[in-house]
């Protein structure tokens, strides 16, 4: 299920981090599979989050794949899923002051 | 290797073997961590720790680089690795910080040991602009050229740096310590606000000595350094600094990292009794190992020579005639040129901070240019300032329309040096994972509502500093305006302070009432500037005196009116 139709069920959460190697902003996406798109994040209802969360931490420190793992909450604008948070808003496009820059660019 | 060499730039310290042996071991040894990180062989928080030393942070978007420009001086070649490893590694830009160094915002961990490896090549690195350690000294950004300089801080910031350099007692210190010296009779390091503040003087004899401030700070406690030490003779100095830093390690708190500063320790210890507890421990370390040769501060200040001047006389036709010419060019000249020691030479500053800018940024063809400009026309060095500014030192009077004329087609002309266009931001949480609010684009609404430089210039000198969190990187409780950005329940809001002042007469700005929004601040900051220019007693009163004199009531009835 994707991050927009998810999201309508409720309050959700996203779970985030930065690949080790470059610090690139990744998020967990279906399979367990990581991303860099926050369109293609999986979203888990708040009451599981914490579940998903614990094994994909450990699998991906374990593997040296990210570090700085967490859940963020994320709710729903004009139809579309958006982290709750400025903080995660600019994590996931890139800085405000600089639209060249970030996954917004790409 | 490409090194400078020893003696082709004026004012830049050459390293030695010794210097360069050592950045090139840490490079290697840091080549290793980092392959032992990706390896699995440390975990992160292993090398957490590791990577911050080599001055290496985690931000929001990837890797944070901070590079080390001691005492804020740098050669021209220096410039243009910088701006080489900004194209090749990062983004192409830069962003000049409040500490006079610089950041790169884009950076790989994988790529952290060959942008180390080329650093070194140019006599650079990133060691001390992280961990708990004392950090780079910072200085006068006019030292060597200003007028009214007594004594050049760049000498006794060189020796500080190869002092504290793997120090074992300092390299794992309560909290981080930063240091500041001013040699001249105006405060332009902001000394009063660091953990130990240097004033360098000369005595009646004309020897150097200095009187000791300790524990200024801003962040979450703000506090105005306390003078500790009227006189500290230049053979003591290194002994002195010892001192008080054995004090801070024996007693700082190491259990609560909100209270770890060297400011906390002054503050609750008490003046008396810390100073007492300094006194003891100088007196016990004073003697022939902790004595300043004097011979090594010679050695130290050759590498400071004053460059070739020219014997010119101290007026300049050819700047009086385009002074008359050029309207924008003698306001620049009126703004951001200062006073040369040397007749016929100007002390000229580049502002970073053009009309809707982002304060401190600069793209790599920019500092390409600055890197010419400097060995054109400034014996090849430049200095950055703890106003994210950068300074050309040593230019001849009859260069300056030229000059000004380069930087002003790249955007690098704003003639707004101290004025209200004059910025500090720290990055905020555009970049930054501490903040709670977007610094930047405060800045840039305010710059541009300001851009007009004679309107600017009719204000006079105001510093606004704006912060994105508590952390104060953005030194915004000394700010004539302070802006502090918060977060209340998802929305950004800012916090306006105002008094606050950087110099010698160090002052922590009050809270002028309830936060604000973004767009609200911005039209709070004019309003401001209103109530001041219509009670002001006339046009050489500053806006700081001018609050001092009528009070806050007039400023908050202005904003809060409508509340």
Same mark, same amino acid.
């Given at each position: 299920?994707?991050?927009?139709?998810?999201?309508?069920?409720?309050?959700?959460?996203?779970?985030?981090?930065n690949?080790?190697?470059d610090?690139?902003?990744?998020?967990?996406?279906?399979?367990?599979?990581?991303v860099?798109?926050?369109?293609?994040?999986?979203?888990?209802?708040r009451?599981?989050?914490?579940?998903?969360?614990?094994?994909?931490k450990?699998k991906a420190e374990?593997e040296?794949?990210?570090?700085d793992?967490?859940?963020?909450?994320v709710?729903?604008?004009?139809?579309?899923?958006?982290p709750?948070?400025m903080?995660?808003?600019?994590?996931?496009?890139?800085p405000?002051?600089?639209?060249?820059?970030?996954?917004?660019?790409? | 290797m490409?090194?400078?060499? /020893?003696?082709?730039?004026a004012?830049?310290?050459?390293?030695?073997?010794?210097d360069?042996?050592?950045?090139a071991e840490?490079?290697?040894?840091?080549?290793?961590?980092v392959?032992?990180?990706?390896?699995?062989?440390?975990?992160?928080?292993e090398?957490?720790?590791?990577?911050?030393?080599?001055?290496?942070?985690?931000?929001l978007?990837?890797?944070?680089?901070?590079?080390?420009?001691p005492?804020?001086?740098?050669?021209a070649?220096q410039?243009?690795?910088?701006?080489a490893?900004? #194209?090749?590694?990062?983004?192409?830009?830069?962003?000049?910080?409040?500490?006079q160094n610089?950041?790169?915002?884009?950076?790989?961990?994988? *790529?952290?040991?060959? $942008?180390l490896?080329?650093?070194?090549?140019?006599?650079?690195?990133?060691?001390?602009?992280?961990?708990? +350690?004392?950090r780079?000294?910072?200085?006068?950004?006019?030292?060597?050229?200003?007028?009214d300089?007594?004594?050049?801080?760049?000498?006794?910031?060189?020796?500080?740096r190869q002092w504290? =350099?793997m120090?074992p007692?300092?390299?794992?210190? /309560?909290r981080?310590?930063k240091i500041?010296?001013?040699?001249?009779?105006s405060d332009?390091?902001?000394?009063?606000?660091?953990?130990?503040?240097?004033?360098?003087?000369?005595?009646?004899?004309?020897?150097?000595?200095?009187?000791?401030?300790? !524990?200024?700070?801003?962040?979450?406690?703000?506090?105005?350094?306390k003078?500790?030490?009227?006189w500290?003779?230049?053979?003591?100095?290194?002994a002195?600094?010892?001192?008080?830093?054995?004090?801070?390690?024996q007693?700082g708190?190491?259990?609560?990292?909100?209270?770890?500063?060297?400011?906390?320790?002054?503050h609750?210890?008490?003046?008396?009794?810390?100073?007492?507890?300094?006194?003891?421990?100088?007196?016990?370390?004073?003697?022939?190992k902790?004595? &300043?040769?004097?011979?090594?501060?010679?050695?130290?200040?050759q590498?400071?020579?004053?460059?070739?001047?020219e014997?010119?006389?101290?007026h300049?036709?050819?700047l009086?005639?385009?002074?008359?010419?050029?309207p924008?060019?003698?306001?620049?000249?009126?703004?951001?040129?200062?006073e040369?020691?040397?007749?016929?030479?100007?002390?000229?500053?580049i502002?970073l901070?053009?009309? !809707?800018? $982002?304060?401190?940024? @600069?793209?790599?063809?920019?500092?390409?240019?600055?890197?010419?400009?400097?060995?054109?026309?400034?014996?090849g060095?430049?200095?950055?300032?703890?106003?994210?500014?950068?300074?050309? @030192?040593?230019?001849?009077k009859?260069?300056?329309?030229?000059?000004?004329? #380069? &930087?002003?087609?790249a955007?690098?002309?704003?003639?707004?040096?101290?004025?209200?266009? *004059?910025?500090?931001?720290c990055?905020?949480?555009?970049? +930054?994972?501490?903040?709670?609010?977007?610094?930047?684009?405060?800045?840039?609404? $305010?710059?541009?509502?300001?851009?007009?430089?004679?309107?600017?210039?009719?204000?006079?000198?105001l510093g606004?500093?704006?912060?994105?969190?508590?952390?104060? +990187?953005?030194?915004?409780?000394?700010?004539?305006?302070?802006?502090?950005?918060?977060?209340?329940?998802?929305t950004?809001?800012?916090q306006?302070t105002?008094?606050?002042?950087?110099?010698?007469?160090?002052a922590?700005?009050?809270?002028?009432? /309830?936060?604000?929004?973004? =767009?609200?601040?911005?039209?709070a900051?004019e @309003?401001i500037?209103?109530?001041?220019?219509?009670?002001?007693?006339?046009?050489?009163?500053?806006?700081?005196?001018?609050?001092?004199?009528?009070?806050h009531? /007039?400023?908050?009835?202005?904003?809060?009116?409508?509340?």
């Amino acid at each position: 299920m994707s991050a927009k139709d998810r999201s309508k069920e409720g309050s959700m959460k996203a779970i985030t981090a930065n690949r080790l190697r470059d610090g690139e902003v990744v998020f967990l996406g279906e399979g367990g599979v990581w991303v860099e798109s926050f369109a293609e994040a999986a979203l888990f209802p708040r009451a599981e989050a914490d579940g998903v969360l614990a094994p994909a931490k450990e699998k991906a420190e374990r593997e040296q794949f990210a570090v700085d793992i967490y859940a963020f909450e994320v709710v729903e604008q004009d139809g579309v899923p958006v982290p709750a948070t400025m903080r995660e808003r600019i994590r996931t496009a890139g800085p405000t002051v600089r639209l060249d820059l970030g996954k917004q660019a790409a | 290797m490409n090194h400078i060499a /020893p003696g082709a730039r004026a004012g830049i310290y050459h390293y030695d073997e010794i210097d360069r042996q050592f950045v090139a071991e840490r490079v290697e040894q840091f080549r290793k961590q980092v392959d032992r990180r990706l390896s699995g062989e440390l975990t992160e928080e292993e090398f957490k720790p590791i990577r911050l030393m080599n001055g290496l942070y985690l931000q929001l978007h990837a890797y944070m680089l901070r590079i080390a420009v001691p005492y804020g001086v740098m050669s021209a070649t220096q410039l243009r690795k910088l701006s080489a490893i900004g #194209r090749r590694y990062d983004r192409g830009y830069g962003h000049f910080t409040t500490r006079q160094n610089l950041q790169y915002n884009w950076i790989k961990l994988e *790529d952290t040991p060959a $942008i180390l490896h080329e650093l070194a090549e140019v006599d650079m690195h990133a060691l001390q602009t992280s961990g708990n +350690c004392v950090r780079n000294v910072t200085t006068d950004p006019f030292v060597g050229a200003a007028k009214d300089e007594v004594v050049d801080g760049r000498v006794y910031a060189e020796i500080l740096r190869q002092w504290t =350099t793997m120090h074992p007692e300092f390299t794992y210190l /309560p909290r981080k310590f930063k240091i500041a010296i001013s040699g001249a009779e105006s405060d332009r390091a902001a000394v009063r606000i660091h953990d130990v503040g240097l004033l360098a003087r000369r005595n009646d004899k004309g020897e150097p000595g200095f009187s000791f401030y300790v !524990g200024g700070g801003l962040g979450r406690s703000p506090f105005v350094g306390k003078l500790v030490r009227e006189w500290v003779a230049q053979e003591d100095f290194v002994a002195y600094l010892e001192a008080i830093l054995r004090v801070y390690n024996q007693y700082g708190r190491r259990d609560n990292i909100y209270k770890a500063r060297i400011k906390i320790l002054v503050h609750e210890l008490g003046l008396e009794k810390f100073t007492q507890e300094v006194e003891e421990e100088f007196a016990r370390l004073r003697g022939p190992k902790y004595r &300043l040769d004097p011979e090594i501060v010679e050695g130290v200040r050759q590498h400071f020579a004053p460059p070739p001047f020219e014997e010119l006389p101290d007026h300049s036709e050819a700047l009086e005639r385009a002074k008359a010419a050029d309207p924008a060019f003698a306001n620049w000249l009126a703004v951001n040129v200062a006073e040369h020691k040397a007749p016929g030479y100007a002390i000229a500053t580049i502002s970073l901070k053009p009309a !809707g800018g $982002i304060p401190g940024d @600069a793209t790599c063809d920019q500092m390409d240019l600055v890197a010419d400009l400097a060995e054109r026309y400034s014996f090849g060095e430049l200095r950055v300032t703890h106003v994210q500014n950068l300074v050309l @030192a040593h230019v001849k009077k009859d260069d300056l329309y030229d000059l000004w004329k #380069r &930087l002003d087609a790249a955007e690098l002309g704003s003639a707004n040096a101290g004025l209200i266009g *004059d910025i500090i931001a720290c990055p905020g949480l555009d970049y +930054c994972a501490l903040a709670n609010a977007r610094s930047i684009p405060l800045a840039q609404a $305010i710059s541009a509502r300001f851009a007009d430089p004679l309107r600017q210039r009719t204000i006079g000198e105001l510093g606004i500093k704006i912060s994105g969190c508590i952390n104060a +990187c953005g030194h915004h409780h000394v700010g004539a305006i302070g802006i502090l950005g918060v977060d209340k329940k998802g929305t950004e809001y800012y916090q306006i302070t105002v008094g606050g002042d950087p110099t010698l007469t160090t002052a922590i700005g009050d809270i002028l009432g /309830p936060a604000v929004t973004e =767009t609200e601040a911005v039209d709070a900051i004019e @309003a401001i500037v209103d109530v001041y220019l219509a009670n002001r007693s006339d046009e050489s009163e500053r806006f700081i005196d001018t609050l001092k004199r009528v009070g806050h009531a /007039p400023f908050k009835e202005r904003i809060y009116a409508a509340d």
